[in-house]
């Protein structure tokens, strides 16, 4: 039994959608489910529609329109019988967001991000099911939301496995015998029946929870890329593929940053042995990256590159010691405001943390820190992490920069970079 997962690259228009039908006419014969993700940037549309709704701008209505608009135009360009019940399903899908923008905001921003961009994944598996059974592919949508539990804890729903893996084990098994199940990426719903995600970029995890429920042989997920690279193309001319990974790197490239795959998509994996493909949905033939159990490091070093980072340096306002009770409050503080952490070192009186630049989060966080703590800070920097590096992998990346802060271990170097010409 295998599980594929294709991105919002893989779903962007039709023909990219009559390619997805292409590969997965290849397995139809296989005991195989899908997951399919947002159409290309749509989640990144959704969110400025919330953004609109919440601080109730004028250009509202003009967001969601163009949403929706190219989503029909997609289904226009697939099916020609416009009977088809895939035009009334994604209108009645779309109808679910206008009951909530009929209304002035009431709720928590982050419950409605997760009642309003979840709309996003319903919509492309609908689209992609229905366009599966009229080329003869026997296809059952799901709504993950009645497979996937997690509890209240919106933009970040943490999974209960239990409850999940007997709602999985009950219906999919049999499913899989004369079905192709489509479901969603990145979503989950709670006892209340209400949505739920699980951090952008999820859909990978979705796919990890449902291999491992199902003990599947192996995931594959499907990208614009030939696989896992050692640096990404954007920063980099000359790229390496990266044949095979070992569980603990593609762990360790994915929690400092690497955008191939989701932080938490491994460990469900690696705890039931499950091999992970990363493959090109453009070229088929090409077989990509294998992530699996190796006593194998890597051969090659890998860069991981993230921009617009904030360096943030929290004192004591004493100068006393930073101790054990002075981070309790501190990291207390960063999970409140759900800030995760990318770099972090400490002194004896300072300790200092590299995060992503957010308008909404740091702001809020800071004030707080504020209060027991003298906190400074500095924007505009990048954070380079090097996994295996020498000295002229460190001098590649240094070129016209200058370091504001470095972290050494045997394995990897982190250093918080900004541009010489900034001062």
């Not at 919106?154 to 015998?177: F, H, M």
């Not at 979705?206 to 594959?220: D, I, K, R, Y």
């Not at 603990?248 to 955008?259: K, N, P, Q, R």
């Not at 705890?271 to 490091?297: A, M, Q």
Request: charge should be negative.
């Amino acid at each position: 039994m295998q599980v594929f997962k294709f991105g919002g690259a893989s779903v962007k228009n039709a023909e990219s959608i009559k390619n997805l039908a292409k590969i997965i006419e290849t397995y139809k014969n296989d005991s195989l489910l899908v997951i399919v993700s947002a159409m290309d940037k749509t989640t990144n549309r959704l969110e400025g529609l919330l953004n609109a709704y919440f601080n109730q701008t004028d250009d509202l209505h003009k967001i969601f329109d163009e949403i929706k608009n190219y989503h029909y135009k997609i289904i226009e360009e697939l099916f020609h019988d416009k009977s088809n019940p895939i035009f009334d399903d994604v209108a009645n899908t779309f109808v679910e967001i206008d009951w909530i923008i009929e209304e002035e905001p009431q709720d928590e921003y982050d419950y409605l991000y997760d009642q309003i961009v979840s709309i996003g994944e319903m919509v492309s598996t609908k689209i992609v099911s229905a366009y599966l059974q009229q080329q003869n592919i026997p296809t059952k949508w799901l709504d993950v939301r009645n497979y996937i539990h997690t509890d209240n804890t919106y933009r970040e729903g943490n999974i209960d496995w239990v409850k999940t893996e007997e709602s999985i084990q009950q219906d999919i098994p049999k499913l899989l015998e004369n079905y192709i199940p489509i479901t969603q990426g990145f979503l989950g719903g709670t006892s209340e029946n209400f949505t739920t995600t699980l951090g952008r970029e999820g859909s990978d995890y979705s796919a990890a929870v449902f291999a491992a429920c199902l003990n599947a042989e192996s995931v594959t997920i499907w990208k614009d890329v030939p696989g896992v690279l050692n640096a990404d193309p954007k920063w980099f001319n000359s790229t390496e593929l990266i044949p095979e990974l070992s569980y603990v790197d593609a762990i360790e490239l994915s929690y400092y940053g690497a955008s191939i795959i989701h932080p938490k998509t491994i460990k469900p994996l690696e705890n039931k042995g499950i091999i992970l493909n990363v493959r090109s949905f453009i070229d088929t033939n090409n077989v990509g990256t294998v992530i699996r159990k190796t006593k194998d490091r890597l051969s090659i070093p890998s860069f991981i590159f993230k921009i617009d980072q904030v360096l943030i340096n929290i004192l004591p306002k004493d100068f006393s010691f930073i101790l054990e009770d002075n981070l309790s409050q501190i990291f207390s503080l960063f999970y409140k405001y759900k800030v995760k952490i990318n770099m972090m070192h400490n002194s004896a009186i300072n300790f200092s943390v590299s995060v992503d630049n957010d308008s909404e989060k740091i702001p809020k966080l800071i004030e707080e820190l504020n209060k027991d703590f003298k906190v400074s800070y500095k924007e505009n920097l990048e954070l380079a992490t090097i996994r295996y590096y020498n000295q002229d992998t460190i001098d590649r990346v240094l070129v016209n920069k200058e370091i504001i802060l470095e972290v050494k271990n045997s394995y990897t170097c982190q250093m918080l970079i900004r541009n010489k010409a900034i001062n």
